[in-house]
């Protein structure tokens, strides 16, 4: 291992371990350093000035010389000699150089060659080749209208005017693609690349061949998935008028993408493309990509972000002078990935047309649980702005939650339209055909949780992308009598009217959910709900308030049930005629038991019927977890009145459908009694004849 130390200050003194010697001797204008080891050196000798000259000799100089202070990617290398010496005139740095050099590679060395010489015509290149057992694997040759000016400091300036002559060739296993990789990591299968250029770099003619089997990218050198690239093919032709891509070819992925181009030059042009690459103007290109037909398939695997799961697309793009794309592209049997809660999209249908900046929707469609949601109109593409939308989006029957316990299913009618100022809008009506609600409700389930912020508050949701966030919302929910809840606490039907406003990325919905029927279950107690809702105000939308009034029978007492407050810790309160102790209602609705000094009834009878409708308080949760709500067919009620031999009443009744219904029970006249019901009207007055 080779080690060098620099001690600072005075004399410069330079130490280098065995077994290479390393000698500095400083002068006032010149200044030696010599390398040398067994069968090996290097001198480096300068003189510096207006007139200063410089020569370096290398032998037997190994890559591994380097290694403890600089990195050098690729393979191992050795300088066998190395002469290069030169002088500074007219400020312009005039030198000849001379290179043998060797290359490790398996299962023979490379040997490589080098004759230069540079002034300020520029470098002419007498002979660069690369071999292998004395097969040429890259060759170049030429001329190259650069030079290296010392004043005020070294650089290097290219002369656009002066004669351009370059001739190169590599073969597929030519060492220097090993470098190539290394400094970059794009892995080459069997590279191939020829070029003839000639003229000037002001005006360049010529063209540039290349070609690869297969080109990926080396694991975790970029920090974004790149595609491998198979038999990709490039063909440039370069004249003092034009630049042409005759041919662009490749499978990525497995999947054929084509393109073709050409740029109109001129001196200007040449000019700025090598002093301004940024500022190259290149709305006088023509350019052409054609995807034939791709399977979306193999690029989703790599792409995880990538919407589309599955598919084909089918898609070309044009572009034409004045930096105007023309195009169209055709996506069939696609299908997206799982989005939770709302599932997949399928049969995804597209076809948009690109034309004077204009994305047109001709047709996009796809399938959301066996239902059509559709997208159209235009999105506008100006320079320098925001896209411009005039988006409509419709569905019908959509099912737009399928949790467990919880399925929503609505009509979606959206629209998106940019206004003269620049600003997006999403406005429309979102209107629930059935919302069914089937679990065990808890305040600690249904609201969020945790931290409190936009996304955790009403309405629950935020999108915090932008430009989206930025979208003002002007959107009405419109629920009619379709919002169902079946669980162990409460069934009933309800109905919501909400607006959503503010942004999507801070939303605000104001409205209220309306009981339109309902039941307060408690173990020996219905309470029916004669007035329910849930408000969220303007003044306040991010807190819910609920507001409900029920009433129940039992035992000949009247009970009032009485929920308000704010979500999700309301006050609740329950009193009853003729007016009992709180702990007595409390334990007449939770246990059956009788209020103090009630002795009217068997206390048989009333044990047994206490254990049944414990019974059946208890097997709806049981049922409905198992899946089998039925819809709540079956109703039982007892305790409302006491017979005359002093033992609670009951009834029941078990819907046949939305018309006949089985009836029984036991009055207070001790008697037993059974029927057959029709309704001809609903509650709310509606024949159900008309109901739909």
Request: contains cysteine; charged residues 20%.
């Given at each position: 291992m080779t080690k060098l130390s620099f001690s600072p200050g005075g004399q410069p003194a330079w130490h280098l371990a065995a077994p290479a010697q390393l000698t500095w001797s400083p002068a006032w204008r010149v200044n030696n350093l010599h390398l040398s080891g067994p069968d090996s050196g290097l001198t480096l000798r300068g003189q510096s000035g207006s007139a200063g000259s410089w020569e370096i000799v290398a032998t037997n100089f190994p890559s591994v010389w380097l290694q403890d202070w600089i990195t050098i990617a690729g393979p191992a290398w050795r300088?066998?000699?190395?002469?290069?010496?030169g002088h500074t005139a007219d400020h312009t740095v005039v030198f000849d150089a001379n290179l043998a050099a060797q290359i490790e590679m398996s299962p023979h060395p490379a040997e490589v060659s080098l004759v230069a010489h540079g002034d300020k015509d520029g470098?002419?290149?007498?002979?660069?080749?690369?071999?292998?057992?004395?097969?040429?694997?890259?060759?170049?040759?030429?001329?190259?209208?650069?030079?290296?000016?010392?004043?005020?400091?070294p650089h290097v300036v290219f002369d656009e005017a002066a004669p351009?002559?370059?001739?190169?060739?590599?073969?597929?296993?030519?060492?220097?693609?090993?470098?190539?990789?290394?400094?970059?990591?794009?892995e080459l299968t069997q590279p191939t690349a020829k070029i003839n250029i000639k003229h000037t770099l002001h005006q360049p003619i010529g063209e540039l061949?290349?070609?690869?089997k297969r080109l990926s990218v080396t694991p975790d050198k970029f920090r974004f998935p790149l595609p491998d690239f198979d038999?990709?093919?490039?063909?440039?032709?370069f004249g003092r008028e034009t630049v042409t891509v005759t041919k662009f070819s490749a499978q990525v992925d497995g999947q054929a993408v084509q393109a073709s181009g050409e740029l109109p030059m001129d001196d200007a042009g040449w000019q700025q493309l090598w002093r301004e690459p940024a500022k190259f103007d290149w709305k006088k290109a023509r350019a052409r990509v054609e995807i034939p037909g791709a399977d979306l398939a193999p690029l989703a695997q790599r792409f995880p972000q990538l919407v589309a799961a599955q598919g084909r697309l089918r898609a070309q793009v044009e572009l034409s002078p004045g930096g105007k794309f023309t195009g169209e592209l055709h996506l069939s049997e696609a299908a997206s990935r799982p989005?939770?809660?709302?599932?997949?999209?399928?049969?995804?249908?597209?076809?948009?047309?690109?034309?004077?900046?204009?994305?047109?929707?001709?047709?996009?469609?796809?399938?959301?649980?066996g239902e059509t949601l559709a997208l159209d109109g235009t999105i506008t593409l100006a320079p320098g702005a925001p896209p411009r939308v005039a988006l409509t989006l419709k569905g019908t029957n959509l099912p737009l939650v399928r949790n467990t316990g919880f399925l929503l299913r609505s009509d979606i009618d959206l629209k998106a339209t940019t206004d003269p100022a620049g600003l997006t809008r999403l406005s429309g009506?979102?209107?629930?055909?059935?919302?069914?609600?089937?679990?065990?409700?808890?305040?600690?389930?249904?609201?969020?949780?945790?931290?409190?912020?936009?996304?955790?508050?009403?309405?629950y949701f935020a999108v915090p992308v932008g430009p989206f966030r930025r979208w003002p919302l002007a959107v009405e929910i419109r629920a009619p009598g379709v919002v169902r809840v079946r669980t162990t606490v409460y069934n009933g039907v309800a109905s919501g009217s909400f607006q959503l406003g503010g942004t999507l990325g801070e939303p605000r919905a104001v409205g209220q959910l309306t009981v339109d029927q309902g039941q307060v279950l408690f173990p020996f107690a219905s309470f029916k709900v004669q007035q329910g809702a849930v408000r969220l105000r303007e003044a306040d939308p991010f807190h819910a308030v609920v507001s409900l009034n029920a009433t129940s029978q039992r035992r000949d007492y009247q009970m009032r049930l009485e929920v308000t407050g704010e979500l999700p810790t309301p006050n609740i309160l329950i009193t009853s005629t003729p007016a009992l102790e709180a702990a007595d209602v409390l334990l007449m609705v939770m246990t059956g038991q009788a209020p103090a000094g009630d002795t009217a009834t068997s206390a048989t009878g009333s044990s047994g019927q206490r254990f049944a409708l414990l019974?059946?308080?208890?097997?709806?949760?049981?049922?409905?977890?198992?899946?089998?709500?039925?819809?709540?067919?079956?109703?039982?009620?007892?305790?409302?009145?006491?017979?005359?031999?002093?033992?609670?009443?009951?009834?029941f009744e078990y819907k046949l459908g939305e018309r006949w219904s089985l009836t029984g029970e036991y009055d207070e006249f001790d008697a037993y009694n059974a029927g057959l019901k029709w309704r001809v009207y609903t509650e709310e007055g509606t024949p159900l004849a008309k109901k739909k």
């Open positions: 300088l066998r000699s190395l002469q290069a010496a470098v002419a290149l007498q002979d660069f080749r690369v071999a292998e057992a004395g097969r040429v694997l890259t060759q170049a040759g030429g001329r190259l209208p650069v030079a290296l000016l010392m004043d005020p400091a351009l002559e370059l001739t190169a060739s590599t073969e597929p296993d030519s060492p220097l693609w090993a470098s190539l990789t290394a400094y970059t990591g794009l061949q290349a070609g690869v038999a990709l093919v490039l063909a440039l032709q989005i939770p809660a709302l599932g997949s999209f399928q049969d995804i249908t597209a076809d948009l047309i690109l034309a004077d900046g204009v994305i047109t929707a001709q047709k996009l469609t796809a399938k959301l649980g009506v979102f209107t629930v055909r059935d919302c069914f609600v089937l679990a065990n409700l808890n305040l600690n389930t249904l609201l969020p949780g945790g931290r409190r912020g936009v996304a955790l508050q009403p309405p019974g059946a308080y208890l097997s709806r949760g049981l049922f409905q977890d198992l899946g089998f709500s039925g819809e709540d067919r079956l109703e039982v009620s007892a305790g409302e009145h006491i017979s005359r031999s002093g033992r609670e009443t009951y009834e």
